[in-house]
C-alpha cells in the first residue's frame, strides 16, 4: 500500500487558482469515489474540504473544487486567499477497508 | 457539534508504554469508525488503521502491527490507542479521526504529541 503521489509545493498570488494533483494506482484513486481532501494548519486538526471525489462538506467555500480523471484526482483553490495557506493531503479508499494518504502539498499565497 | 478531543502532550522513556484517549461528543459513537493517523515531524500523514466501533475489531496498516493497540471503552465514547515499547521513531502526533464507511476520515481530534527521549 504505498502514499498517492502529490508534488510536495505548490503556490499562487492572492485571486489566483491553483490545481493539486493527486496520483494512485487503479486500486485506489482509480478504483472508487472515495477521494477525499484535507487541508492542514501546523498545529491544527486537519479539516476536511472535499469528499467522495467532489463533494464539499457544509462550510466549505465553494472555491475548493475536487475532480478526478483515471487514477488522478485533482484539487483545485480559485480566487487564492491568505487564510489557503497551509499543507493539503488526499486520501482515497484503496479496498478491503483500508486507506491511504498522499505526501502532503505545502499552498504557499504568494 | 461534533468533536474529537484528544489526551495531553506525553514525553516517554525508549521502552515504556503509553496509552492516548479520545473522546468523542455530538454523535452516537457506534455509529462510525474511529482511525487512527500518524504524523512524524516533518512528514505527511501516514494512516495507522481504524477500529470498529460497533464490534471492537481493529484493523492495523503494515508497519503498526505489534505493538500498536486499538481499544473501546463505548460507555464513554472513547477511542484509545496503546504503545508499547516505545521507540524513537514513535515520537509523533498521533490523530484520531472518526470514520465515514468506517475509514474515510470526516472530523478530526486536536492530536497528540508523543516524544520519546531517553
Known amino acids: 500500500q504505498s502514499a498517492l503521489t502529490q508534488p510536495p509545493s505548490a503556490s499562487g498570488s492572492p485571486g489566483q487558482s491553483v490545481t493539486i494533483s493527486c496520483t494512485g494506482t487503479?486500486?485506489?484513486?482509480?478504483?472508487?469515489?472515495?477521494v477525499s481532501w484535507y487541508q492542514h494548519h501546523p498545529g491544527k486538526a486537519p479539516k476536511l474540504m472535499i469528499y467522495?471525489?467532489?463533494k464539499r462538506p457544509s462550510g466549505v467555500p465553494d472555491r475548493f473544487s475536487g475532480s478526478k480523471s483515471g487514477n488522478t484526482a485533482s484539487l483545485t483553490v480559485s480566487g487564492l486567499q491568505a487564510e489557503d495557506e497551509a499543507d493539503y493531503y488526499c486520501?482515497?479508499?484503496?479496498?478491503?477497508?483500508?486507506?491511504?494518504f498522499g505526501g502532503g502539498t505545502k499552498l504557499t499565497v504568494l | 457539534q461534533v468533536q474529537l478531543v484528544q489526551s495531553g502532550s506525553e514525553l516517554k522513556k525508549p521502552g515504556a508504554s503509553v496509552k492516548l484517549s479520545c473522546k468523542a461528543s455530538?454523535?452516537?459513537?457506534?455509529?462510525?469508525?474511529m482511525n487512527w493517523v500518524r504524523q512524524a515531524p516533518g512528514q505527511g500523514l501516514e494512516w495507522m488503521g481504524w477500529?470498529?466501533?460497533?464490534?471492537?475489531?481493529?484493523t492495523y496498516v503494515q508497519g503498526f502491527t505489534g505493538r500498536f493497540v486499538f481499544s473501546l471503552d463505548t460507555s464513554v465514547s472513547t477511542a484509545y490507542l496503546q504503545i508499547s515499547s516505545l521507540k524513537a521513531d514513535d515520537t509523533a502526533v498521533y490523530y484520531c479521526?472518526?470514520?465515514?464507511?468506517?475509514?474515510?476520515?470526516?472530523?478530526w481530534g486536536q492530536g497528540t504529541l508523543v516524544t520519546v527521549s531517553s
Open positions: 486520501s482515497s479508499y484503496a479496498g478491503s477497508n483500508t486507506l491511504v
Open positions: 455530538g454523535y452516537t459513537f457506534t455509529s462510525y469508525g
Open positions: 477500529i470498529n466501533t460497533n464490534t471492537g475489531n481493529p
Open positions: 467522495e471525489v467532489t
Open positions: 479521526a472518526r470514520g465515514i464507511l468506517g475509514v474515510l476520515p470526516d472530523y
Open positions: 487503479r486500486s485506489d484513486v482509480g478504483g472508487f469515489n472515495y
